[in-house]
């Protein structure tokens, strides 16, 4: 390592540029492989041989949660009781709140499956409604924030703000059955995607930041017996039969069926791209067992337009009744070992995203979730056994919104608060799943497992990512931490304590080194008040403490020695909060910190101020540096905030007082 002592001038750009050649002995193959065409680059996320591609060419690996503050259903069922106005400044408030949250838990894609009854009415034209209101907010914000967004268009949760809307009233297999229907649904997608969205300006269909249009969410199509009792519905099937030289059977509805499901899919396939939408467009093939007795509906389904398929992957479902928020019970420590083992090999399973027919279709996870379970491990090995089924695209549901956080329970269950060990195993999770090529075989000994760069473990209930720079666990990892840790870590997310942080907190800890100073957020310390997987009870469940102070001590390799300046950020403003004599046994309440090393001196005002407080740097010392004060800010800050990008001239004194160094930064207060 070469160190470097000597003063960077404001405004000065060094590019160190590194270029080497390697040759080769080796005789050239005289008929080497076609080599296969690159991915075309455009201003939208594409399809191209069955993989997602970012509008750059580079192939996705999506990874996020569910977010749905824009249902009525998220409303009625969890918000309303917490006191929350059915207003839309009120949900816009939710939208923004979560959208921090989940963006620290570092998604990259939200899934909304829209319930249109909130904005539609009974010939599907859109209704100007809270709802619709905070879906456009909910969009343009994720896009601001880099996030992308998959919208699942038509869906009904039994809620709606609508009363007279034909998503009210339709049953679910008349989604695809009924002519009429069809063609309500047909207005309100063309009119969804050519509105402009009120918050952004842009259409929906022009939004670059959508990534995938699903069609259904969890579609379904009467089965033979069940069509016998929607005369319109088996009118249409015995006249196709008629038309075919079909008998009224069972084999012929499945053929029938399978040309209503194709049909549909092309026919919503194409109002998508008549409204100028260019992304690609999803099926969605409901549950692991779904193809048992639907192999019609995905015959139908692979011979469509539709760029990709979905699937949804809920381990331990199958141990509980149908009715489970009735019924739930605690499976944290349920061995799904062999569960994801049968049913990957299973072709009515999970099996037949790997068959040949499907290299052509992209695949998703529209909905995961760990069920009635608060491990530290299995998000891990779901993400693993995703990339195996060739997965780009996974979203949990759905994501815990604050307001109602504490008072949650249940199957799903994901906060980044209230949920501290899960959440850090969520974000561990999503290393993983990027980092791990499409297609890669996961471990099927799947419990116990200890990677490059990642370690899972569901006998100490604890997972971990380790990379150059990035250092993240979902548990104490003093006594067990099998990989190796980088000398430059420069991000670190964790539970608990591991080889670089001493923290006796129960909250999730974000730390990350940019610009040269050392950003420390530390959530609320958390404790059970009950077990959160009973759904029966409506007791509170987490205590939330933001005043209790915790110890913390940073080992990063960096920031080991010497005297550092701490803030604590209120309000988006920094305050000093002290000066700290190395980063060791601090304590800390929950918050948001910088440190930053200790400066001699804090040039803001003019040359002359900044000259009578210079101290060790001299005025002489620093012409001789070659500082230009031109380019140093000549406005004091005063009472308001800097902007965020406002370059201001640093002189660090080193620790032996015998080197002056200067520092050009950006200060965020």
């Known amino acids: 390592m070469i160190k470097t002592r000597f003063i960077v001038a404001i405004g000065l750009l060094m590019t160190l540029a590194c270029c080497s050649n390697s040759g080769t002995d080796q005789t050239p193959d005289p008929n080497p492989p076609t080599p296969p065409t690159p991915p075309a680059t455009g201003d939208y996320v594409s399809v191209q041989n069955g993989k997602i591609y970012a509008p750059n060419g580079g192939e996705l690996s999506l990874w996020g949660v569910n977010f749905q503050p824009c249902l009525s259903w998220e409303y009625n069922d969890r918000l309303k009781r917490h006191g929350i106005p059915q207003t839309a400044e009120a949900l816009r408030r939710v939208a923004e709140n979560n959208l921090e949250e989940v963006t620290k838990l570092k998604v990259s894609v939200i899934r909304c499956h829209l319930t249109p009854a909130d904005f539609t009415d009974a010939e599907g034209n859109l209704v100007e409604t809270p709802y619709l209101d905070v879906l456009d907010y909910m969009v343009a914000e994720a896009a601001e924030r880099g996030i992308y967004i998959t919208l699942a268009l038509i869906n009904h949760m039994g809620s709606g703000y609508v009363p007279n809307s034909v998503f009210m009233t339709a049953a679910r297999q008349e989604w695809v059955h009924d002519k009429e229907v069809v063609r309500k649904s047909k207005n309100y997608v063309r009119q969804l995607l050519t509105r402009k969205n009120n918050y952004s300006g842009t259409t929906y269909a022009a939004e670059k930041h959508i990534a995938l249009w699903e069609l259904i969410n969890e579609p379904e199509a009467f089965s033979y017996t069940d069509i016998q009792s929607n005369p319109a519905a088996y009118a249409d099937f015995q006249s196709w039969a008629a038309g075919n030289g079909q008998q009224d059977n069972d084999a012929s509805y499945a053929l029938f069926r399978q040309e209503l499901i194709r049909d549909y899919i092309d026919g919503m396939y194409d109002v998508i791209r008549e409204a100028g939408a260019q992304q690609p467009v999803v099926w969605s093939h409901n549950w692991h067992r779904y193809r048992n007795g639907n192999p019609d509906i995905f015959k139908g389904a692979l011979a469509s337009k539709a760029e990709a398929v979905a699937c949804c992957n809920y381990p331990g479902q199958d141990l509980v009744p149908q009715n489970y928020w009735s019924n739930p019970k605690d499976l944290t420590s349920q061995d799904y070992s062999g569960w994801f083992n049968q049913y990957f090999d299973d072709v009515n399973g999970y099996g037949w995203m790997t068959l040949p027919e499907y290299a052509g279709k ?22 693993q056994y995703f990339r195996a089924l060739g997965v780009q695209c996974a979203s949990m549901w759905t994501y815990t919104m604050q307001e109602y956080a504490p008072y949650h ?21 999503g290393e993983i799943y990027k980092s791990t090529p499409l297609g890669q075989m996961y471990d099927r000994l799947v419990n116990e497992q200890l990677g490059s760069n990642f370690a899972i473990s569901k006998s100490r209930d604890v997972s971990i990512f380790s990379s150059p720079e990035k250092f993240y666990h979902s548990g104490d990892v003093t006594q067990w931490c099998p990989l190796n840790v980088s000398d430059g870590v420069r991000s670190i997310v964790g539970i608990g304590s591991s080889p670089l942080v001493t ?49 913390m001590s940073i080992g990063l390799k960096a920031w080991k020695e010497g005297k550092y300046t701490l803030y604590r950020i209120s309000d988006g403003r920094r305050q000093k909060a002290g000066v700290l004599d190395g980063l060791g046994g601090m304590s800390l309440t929950p918050g948001d910190y910088v440190m930053c090393h200790h400066l001699a001196a804090h040039f803001v005002g003019s040359p002359a101020k900044t000259r009578r407080n210079s101290g060790r740097g001299s005025a002489k010392g620093r012409q001789k540096l070659g500082i230009d004060w031109a380019k140093c800010p000549q406005k004091p800050f005063g009472n308001s905030a800097p902007t965020r990008q406002r370059p201001i001239c640093l002189i660090r004194v080193s620790k032996s007082l015998r080197e002056p160094r200067a520092e050009l930064r950006s200060l965020v207060r």
């Open 503 to 551: 923290y006796t907190g129960t909250g999730i800890y974000f730390i990350d080194e940019r610009d040269g100073e050392l950003f420390v957020t530390l959530e609320p310390n958390h404790r059970w008040l009950r077990e959160p997987w009973d759904s029966r009870l409506q007791t509170k469940v987490s205590a939330l403490d933001y005043d209790t102070p915790n110890t």
């Open 409 to 429: 329970c249940g199957s799903h269950f994901l906060s980044l608060t209230c949920t501290p060990k899960k959440a850090a195993s969520f974000i561990v999770a």
């Open 362 to 383: 992209a695949k998703t996870v529209y909905e995961f979730e760990t069920f009635f379970n608060q491990s530290a491990y299995l998000y891990p090995i779901q993400a």
